[in-house]
Nanobody, 121 residues
């Protein structure tokens, strides 16, 4: 079973920056879209940003102009650069990816375990 491993969360003051990273735990065949979601306490999990295999990006309105999603296809990694962080950005951030594993012909969506981002005012 493939796992997505996230890193880079933590505690930061408002106005600060953090960079999240995510990659599969082992080699896989290929990856299509990758993305980041977040879930604050008592709220649903919402899309933050996504990126296709050829680099097309989508952002939620609440993070446009502050967050940047990118990927390194050679390393199967996806990143989320978060600048000008606000207290309302506090949430658990989840990575996801549509992965075709070795020996398989179809893509499945995998999720990371989540990484906490806390922005203090």
């Amino acid at each position: 079973q493939v796992q997505l491993v996230e890193s880079g969360g933590g505690l930061v003051q408002a106005g600060g920056s953090l960079r999240l990273s995510c990659a599969p735990s082992r080699s896989i065949f290929s990856i299509n879209a990758m993305g980041w979601y977040r879930q604050a306490p008592g709220k649903q999990r919402d899309l933050v940003a996504s990126i296709t295999s050829d680099g097309n990006t989508t952002y939620s309105d609440s993070v446009k102009g502050r967050f940047t999603i990118s990927r390194d296809n050679a390393k199967d990694m996806v990143y989320l650069q978060m600048n000008s962080l606000k207290p309302e950005d506090t949430a658990v951030y989840y990575c996801n990816a549509d992965i075709r594993d070795l020996g398989l012909r179809v893509f499945y969506r995998y999720w990371g375990q989540g990484t906490q981002v806390t922005v203090s005012s």
